[in-house]
């Protein structure tokens, strides 16, 4: 390792950026946001420094560079883009032992400027040696989309805390195993929710609980897993898979979203019982309830969105009600996921200003569908767990006024590589469905289908097509 990493407080610390383009004011505006006083000398200042001038952020010199200038500085950055100007600003700096960075010249340079993540107070640094910076940027863009955005928040919280944990545990390796608990525990995941007044409450019984070895009670989050495609899991999704110590899964997961999830989390599909039958709901519920109680931090898993025909509602209810801190995190629905897959847009300016997503599963009550309604013109219509029932979908539409030449789709495992989309008139529904391979389908019916990346450019649409997409 050739360069050391160190963190440098800059609060009220003199430093000079010279330059006067955006690269100077992103690195002057960063310095500013540590409470450093910053001066920028440039020639040829732009919008952006005048501007954080006048807000009273940085000084501003609109004058040539001279040596002296890096007097005294706690650090300098030359962010000039001319390579004579740069190479002066450097030499000036070395000469008198100030710290420089030198804006795409490593050569030039003292010390490097990192890609930094900022969740303060935890921050976290990445340096390819000047080696390579876009490939530090890449890293830090993996560790953003690692970290939640309100960690920072989480470290004050812990911090607020750590009095009273020294106080109570006694013995140093008492508290790093507080604390490494923590850190993957329910009363964080409550802090990370914005749930800080619940968090608090909690972590104050947790301190003053007689048995310390009896478990904490866990955390269900209901997670939508999106349509499919693992990289339509939302990141909250991905973070909290890989923190998971027991996944509650749907037979519609597949294996490629759960080889995101930790490796050792034990993962248990209630879609299908050995003997075919998915488990009962009461029996997930108190599937959920129990691991919460032993102090685990649950996953219910569900494809699309929890909120979306996933009975998501319920189980929430039924652990609210027995106490248990249940958060859900959204996921992309069926709906959206496959009309994006198909190119289909579900509104669009004068064809359709109405979205309806029904389910036409013969127990969710089809028949008290408002067919009148749903059979308008202007309208896109969504049917969810309607394989079944597509001859009496278009039956009740036609019936009730759509035109039978209505263009429909049927999309099958949309988003996954097996997708198949199939398209033609409403009349034709049943039969869309009968080449349809298997797989969970969504039905979309409504003039919008018509524009479809499988029929846009075509004058007249195909009376059948089968389109796979990868
Ligand atoms: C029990 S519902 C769950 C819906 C889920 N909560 C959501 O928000 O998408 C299952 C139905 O969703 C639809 N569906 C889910 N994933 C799908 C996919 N990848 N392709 C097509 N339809 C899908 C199908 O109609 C399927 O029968």
Redesign the pocket.
């Known amino acids: 390792m050739r360069h050391f990493p160190l963190f440098l407080d800059l609060h009220g610390r003199d430093v000079l950026v010279v330059g006067g383009g955006g690269a100077a004011a992103r690195k002057a505006l960063v310095l500013a946001g540590c409470g450093a006083r910053v001066s920028v000398v440039a020639e040829r200042p732009d919008e952006e420094l005048i501007e954080a001038a006048v807000g009273g952020r940085l000084r501003l010199h609109p004058r040539p560079f001279a040596d002296a200038d890096v007097e005294g500085r706690t650090l300098v950055v030359s962010a000039t883009e001319e390579a004579g100007l740069d190479a002066s600003v450097s030499a000036a700096a070395r000469a008198r032992d100030v710290p420089i960075n030198v804006v795409d010249r490593p050569a030039l340079c003292t010390f490097l400027w990192p890609a930094i993540v900022d969740r303060d107070p935890l921050t976290v640094a990445v340096c390819s040696g000047g080696a390579a910076p876009v490939l530090a940027r890449s890293v830090r863009a993996r560790i953003e989309a690692m970290l939640p955005a309100n960690l920072g928040r989480l470290a004050r919280f812990a911090d607020s805390f750590r009095a009273a944990i020294k106080a109570t545990r006694i013995s140093g390796p008492a508290r790093r195993r507080f604390w490494e608990g923590f850190f993957e525990g329910p009363v964080a995941a409550q802090v990370l929710a914005g749930d800080e007044r619940g968090a608090r409450e909690r972590m104050l019984a947790t301190i003053n609980r007689r048995d310390q070895a009896a478990p904490e009670e866990g955390i269900v989050h209901l997670v939508?897993a999106?349509?499919?495609?693992p990289e339509l899991l939302t990141l909250k999704a991905l973070r909290l898979l890989q923190h998971a110590d027991v996944i509650v899964h749907?037979r519609?997961i597949g294996p490629r979203i759960l080889d995101y999830a930790r490796r050792d989390a034990d993962r248990i599909n209630v879609g299908k019982m050995p003997g075919s039958h998915a488990v009962p709901q009461d029996q997930i519920n108190t599937l959920l309830l129990r691991h919460a109680r032993a102090g685990r931090h649950v996953v219910r898993l569900?494809?699309?969105?929890?909120?979306?025909?996933?009975?998501?509602g319920e189980e929430r209810d039924f652990l609210l009600r027995h106490g248990i801190h249940v958060e859900v995190v959204p996921?992309?629905?069926?709906?959206t996921?496959?009309a994006a897959?198909a190119g289909i847009p579900l509104t669009l300016r004068g064809e359709a200003q109405t979205l309806n997503i029904v389910?036409a599963?013969a127990e969710n009550g089809e028949s008290e569908l408002d067919w009148p309604a749903l059979a308008r013109v202007g309208r896109t219509l969504c049917?969810?767990?309607?394989?079944a029932a597509a001859q009496r979908i278009a039956e009740r539409l036609i019936e009730h006024g759509r035109d039978p030449e209505t263009p429909a789709a049927v999309?099958?495992?949309?988003?996954?590589p097996e997708?198949q989309i199939l398209t033609g008139p409403l009349r034709e529904l049943a039969a869309i469905l009968g080449d349809a391979g298997a797989?969970?389908?969504?039905?979309v019916v409504g003039e919008v289908v018509r524009r479809a990346a499988a029929w846009a450019g075509s004058a007249e649409p195909p009376r059948l097509m089968v389109a796979a997409v990868n």
């Open positions: 939508g999106g349509p499919g495609d749907d519609l569900k494809g699309g969105d929890p909120f979306v025909f996933g009975r998501g996921g992309i629905t069926a709906a996921g496959c897959a389910t599963h049917v969810y767990m309607g394989a999309i099958v495992n949309g988003t996954l997708q797989g969970p389908a969504l039905i």
